[in-house]
């Protein structure tokens, strides 16, 4: 397939990429791996007139933990790759969620060469009769996300039900993180949870000239795990995928104080879990049974939103929410333990 | 040991150094001077009759050079049969499918193809489509095919005498039905064609193919010109699968494109287009109806096949056939009656994948395994009780005149375990088997034999020429093998000029597993003969009787006295100085019954070989997810003779990663409204590398008394039992016999739930 024409610009600095974005706003994409942009190009889907790459952006490639003014967080630079993620011992010591969902973005050799973080979470919404070639979209009418009036996922839906697959948002969105979206001129912090829409057309609120420089995860002493499920052991999008946020109580630490529980892969946007997340509340870090209570709950609110347009029938997804989650929470709750168990013997000692 | 120098050795293929290093050129590689793109339009309605195609607009803009439709082809129809001649190359009247060609378009660059191809007004009259085959034989809308009532394209009737009978002094009998869905190939390489005429007008063509004289000539036919004037050339071909042998609509467009613009033109399938436009493996329901005595064995089988064959015939009538035939073959049976129906619906068309029809996707094996279980009969011995043995008659009446099938069910049991863990093994860890035959070769007529010549050079090295196509399994380094084996030469000394019709002579193609039975022998016997002519010069030299002498290694020398040589080089110099020619020829045809018919006739000798195979595999099934991991598989195949196991062991792994991993557990189409949803590698979801399991193979070596070296088909025992060895594995794990195919994990997870709730704990 072929790839239509586009002006190609290079930015140097990332206030030379503000610049260009402020200049060419709606008219230009952002290059940031090309994974996700340039397949949609080929198929037809968008056809900016110019690609910003921000491949000589080495400024916004990092990892580090910010502990200034009592702070604790670590912060991602939008355009690290992702095998640098898998590689940070940070990340994989306060933040497992997101490495164990990175390891599962894509296969290795995109994750080395072109994958990064905010291209995975600013990964547009998929829907197998959306993502198809221009041919396959010809003969009927266009859908919702294609400028269309028709859904062909769910029959007579008035709006857009494509899916948010992003491995990267499930389990940042479960760690609590925000995003630094900059422009010429001025940035803002948004939290996450804020960012997606809901809106299968535009998930994300995001304007044409903002650019999402860095990702901030705070740390919050509890663990976190992150599950999918696919056919494939690489390459594949989640069918379903599950992260979770265990933060166990400081006055008793073999209970849960708080608990974060997110589904992606079932929505137009990773979805938080309230009642699921809140049902944890007080629980102890190995209660089987609260687990899978939970699990049950995080199904029957997420099969109010799945429609089946990204692969396997929607009764098997409805049912891996359930043990996805499931399996997230035992992993999160067992590292948590473990870790106060840690804890424990060292005021011991 | 063998007394071979060559043959019978792990030699790397003569291909495989260019292929690694990504030197190798393929279809999509060529570019010729002045050369055109070609684009193809296609019908995005399932069914609709074209009211008016205007190509007025699209001939416009510059750099357009020729714009075809159904009105320039002269009505030409493509079909295997003369009675199946229901394809036209562009329609005229009505598109059968999504992806219907309706017209073809040459531009000097893809950018103004496309545009033009947009530009090409097509006004169609939508048609109430179908798509289940079930639904099409009922439908009271407008046929498919007006000369087909109730859409059946194809039914075969195939009946032996006393069905009834054996039935009713059955001790047992059983009727299941197993459904599989359709399978696509995803050949590694997307279609492609390069066509064009030259100075003497000769159409001059370049494509994946399954045999070249098998694409000429429909081509030569189609334009109606003699067969000398279609050169079908040789090129590098990324995999076949039965996907290339027919003739592509795409060949024939872009022949017509160059033929009028008088220009080169290449057409580059989008892997889209190669998915819902070549071809398909089809879609079956079949029920078999299966009596046995109280020992297992098999008194009367009924079996009925239902398949989707999409819009046109393809290779139908083989197709449908197929199914039945390579059961038969693999197992004995009292009496037998088959039928199958072939259907015509709105989908894309359904031709072979690997065989013809889907044997393995019929479910007979997991049957087998039902009867066992109920006889209380293990599945070793059910099928040792019931598995094919040299000397005897298919029921369709085919010899068999080698058969190691007990050996490869020994060989992979030991092996693999099976005796011990069968039964043995913890909940959802399962193990089972499956075992299948394939025919090597069909009777194909005119094209069933092969012809090859060989010259030398005066340095003493050969020139092989034949018409033996390599589409990826390694029959280019099976040919060279051979040829440096009779000749007496290394491998490098042979260059191989093949799988061109201007320049070799017939052969089937690689089609129906006959190129080393057919092609190979018959370089076997052109070399053989080449040999002698070289032992007569040579004898005289050396003052010996020719047949006391030997060739190995460049020398020609007495066998008992090896000191006593020349070299080959030699010979030849000699030979031309003394007016003697050093090239030779060789053909083989098999001895096939040339009466037998698909349809009309279907008994008598199919073809001389047949191979036979079993693959066990293991597997653990995660109760919570239905998800399969394969712990190991154990392919065991009578392939007659290895030839080279090199080759042979990298054959029997991509049959388990196609028949087995992918087949059975993971690919199948999703579709809307006849559109395909899933016609790419993301969303097909074929095997990865990584998900493999450790591959044991064994080669159980019969020594087929016409096989050269006594090889016959090799591998694609493998792919088919492997399918069902992965299903046998499976519903061993979880305890339910599925019968729905391929085994996804949401099927595996309900049939899990299903029984726990039927026995509660």
Redesign the interface.
């Known amino acids: ?2 790839l239509p ?1 586009f002006e190609y610009l290079g930015p140097k600095t990332l206030e030379g990429a503000l610049d260009l974005m402020a200049t060419h706003r709606d008219d230009a994409k952002i290059l940031a791996g090309g994974t996700d942009l340039l397949v949609r190009m080929k198929k037809g889907l968008i056809r900016p007139k110019t690609i910003i790459s921000l491949k000589a952006l080495d400024e916004l490639a990092y990892i580090k933990r910010d502990t200034r003014e009592n702070r604790n967080n670590i912060l991602i630079g939008g355009r690290t790759l992702i095998a640098d993620i898998i590689a940070s011992d940070l990340v994989q010591r306060k933040a497992p969620a997101l490495s164990r969902a990175c390891e599962r973005i894509g296969a290795i050799t995109l994750q080395h060469f072109v994958g990064t973080l905010a291209g995975n979470i600013l990964q547009d919404n998929r829907c ?2 959306y993502n ?2 221009q ?2 979209r ?3 009418g266009a859908c919702h996300k294609d400028g269309g009036k028709i859904c ?1 996922a769910r029959q007579d839906s008035d709006r857009c039900n494509s899916t948010c697959q992003s491995d990267g948002a499930t389990a940042l969105m479960a760690l609590n993180a925000s995003i630094t979206l900059q422009r010429k001129g001025g940035r803002r912090r948004v939290d996450l949870a804020d960012f997606y829409t809901n809106d299968g057309i535009a998930p994300h609120a995001i304007e044409s000239h903002e650019l999402l420089t860095q990702i901030c995860i705070p740390i919050q002493g509890g663990q976190s795990a992150y599950k999918r ?1 696919s ?6 999008y989640p069918l379903v995928c599950a992260g979770v946020l265990l933060i166990p109580s400081t006055a008793s630490p073999t209970e849960i104080s708080e608990a974060r529980i997110v589904v992606g892969a079932m929505g137009r946007s990773p979805l938080y879990m309230a009642a699921a997340s809140a049902s944890l509340g007080g629980k102890k870090l190995d209660d089987t049974d609260a687990f899978q209570k939970a699990g049950k709950a995080a199904m029957d609110t997420a099969a109010t939103f799945a429609v089946h347009n990204v ?3 929607l ?2 997804r409805y ?2 929410v359930a ?1 996805m989650v499931f ?1 997230a929470l035992t992993e999160a709750g067992e590292a948590a333990r473990e870790t106060g168990q840690k804890a424990a013997n060292k005021g011991v000692q | 040991m063998s007394e071979y120098a060559i043959i019978g050795k792990r030699m790397p293929r003569v291909d495989s150094r260019a292929k690694v290093m990504g030197k190798t050129k393929f279809t999509a590689d060529l570019n010729l001077p002045n050369m055109l793109v070609g684009k193809i339009k ?4 399932a069914h609709a009759r074209i009211i008016h195609n205007d190509t007025t607009k699209a001939k416009a803009p510059p750099g357009v050079m020729s714009v075809v439709t159904g009105k320039d082809t002269a009505g030409v129809k493509w079909g295997v049969f003369a009675y199946t001649r229901d394809q036209q190359f562009i329609q005229t009247d009505k598109a059968r499918y ?1 992806g219907d060609e309706v017209a073809g378009v040459a531009a000097i660059d ?2 103004t193809a ?1 545009k033009a191809l947009d530009l090409i007004e097509v006004e169609y009259e939508i048609l109430p489509p179908v798509f289940d085959p079930m639904e099409a034989m009922t439908m009271e809308t407008e046929l498919i095919h007006t000369e087909f009532p109730n859409n059946i394209n194809i039914h075969v009737n195939i009946d032996t005498g006393q069905v009834d009978e054996n039935f009713a002094k059955a001790h047992y009998i059983r009727e299941d039905t197993f459904v599989a869905p359709e399978e696509s190939y995803f050949q590694a390489e997307p279609y492609a064609v390069v066509a064009r005429f030259d100075s003497e007008d000769c159409l001059e063509i370049w494509c994946p193919n399954g045999g070249p004289h098998m694409k000429s000539k429909p081509l030569s036919n189609a334009f109606k010109i003699p067969l000398h004037r279609v050169k079908v050339r040789k090129i590098a071909i990324g995999g076949a699968f039965g996907g290339r042998s027919e003739i592509c609509p795409a060949d024939y467009i872009c022949a017509l494109l160059a033929k009028k613009t008088g220009r080169p033109v290449k057409i580059k399938f ?3 287009e190669n998915t819902i436009a070549t071809r398909q493996g089809h879609a079956m329901i079949t029920t078999h109806r299966t009596g046995v005595d109280q020992e297992g064995r098999v008194l009367a089988r009924e079996t009925t096949c239902y398949m989707d064959g999409g819009a046109y015939s393809s290779t139908g009538p083989i197709a449908t056939s197929v199914p039945f035939l390579s059961m038969e073959q693999a197992y004995r049976m009292g009496s037998v009656r088959y039928n199958g129906y072939r259907i015509y619906t709105n989908k894309p068309i359904r031709g072979m994948i690997r065989v013809h029809g889907r044997g393995f996707a019929a479910g007979l094996d997991t049957q087998l395994d039902m009867i066992a279980a109920h006889l209380n009969i293990d599945p070793v011995e059910m099928r040792l009780k019931n598995s094919r043995q040299q000397g005897e008659y298919t029921s369709t009446k085919s010899f068999v005149a080698s058969c190691a099938m007990d050996e490869t069910i020994h060989k992979a049991v030991a092996k693999s375990g099976f005796s011990e863990k069968f039964g043995n093994l913890p909940p959802f860890h399962g193990i089972g088997m499956g075992t299948n035959s394939v025919q090597t070769g069909f009777p194909m007529g005119i094209r069933g034999g092969s012809q090859a010549f060989i010259k030398f050079n005066e340095d003493g090295e050969a020139t092989v020429m034949s018409g033996v196509v390599d589409n990826g399994q390694g029959n280019d380094n099976m040919v060279v093998q051979i040829a440096a084996e009779e000749l007496g030469l290394l491998p490098e000394d042979i260059h191989l000029v093949s799988a061109d019709t201007e320049t070799t002579a017939s052969d089937p193609g690689s089609y129906s597993q006959v190129s080393t039975f057919v092609g190979g022998q018959a370089v076997k016997i052109a070399a053989q003969n080449c040999r002698a002519k070289l032992f007569d010069v040579a004898a005289k030299v050396l003052k010996v009787e020719p047949s006391t002498l030997a060739a190995k290694n460049r020398l020609i020398f007495v066998k008992d006295t090896p000191e006593i040589c020349i070299p080959i080089k030699k010979v030849v110099r000699i030979s031309l100085l003394n007016f003697t020619s050093v090239n030779a020829e060789g053909g083989y045809w098999p001895r096939v019954d040339m009466k037998r018919e698909w349809v009309s006739n279907p008994y008598g000798q199919m073809c001389e070989a047949f191979s036979f195979g079993t693959t066990i595999v293991e597997v653990k099934v995660n109760p ?4 399969v991991t394969v712990l190991n598989a154990t392919a065991a195949q009578d392939v007659g003779y290895a030839l080279n196991p090199l080759v042979l062991e990298g054959q029997f792994e991509g049959s388990i990663a196609m028949g087995g991993q992918g087949g059975m557990l ?1 690919e199948y189409h ?1 579709w ?2 006849g ?5 790419t590698m ?2 097909y ?1 074929l ?2 590398a ?2 493999m399991p450790p591959i044991h193979s064994i080669m159980v070596e019969s020594i087929d008394p016409k096989g050269p070296y006594g090889a016959k088909e090799a591998a694609m025992s493998i792919a088919m039992s492997a399918a069902q060895a992965y299903a046998a594995a499976v519903s061993n794990a979880i305890g339910v016999y599925m019968d729905s195919f391929p085994l ?3 099927k595996i ?2 049939a899990i739930k299903a029984k726990e709730n039927k026995e509660p704990e």
């Not at chain 1, 056919?231 to 594949?236: F, G, M, N, P, V």
């Not at chain 2, 296609?42 to 309605?45: E, K, M, Q």
């Not at chain 2, 919570?624 to 998800?627: E, F, K, R």
């Open positions: 397939m072929r024409r197998w009769h198809q070639s041919f396959h010809s003969g009927r062909y499920l056919y494939r052991s690489a390459i594949d692969g396997s029938t009764e098997y049912a891996m043990e399996q | 296609r019908s995005p309605h999504i893809e950018e496309l989008t892997r889209e919570a997810t239905g998800q993971t999703e809307k409204e559109r395909c949803l899933n016609p993301l969303d979801k095997p990865l990584c998900d996804t994990p949401d997870l309900a």
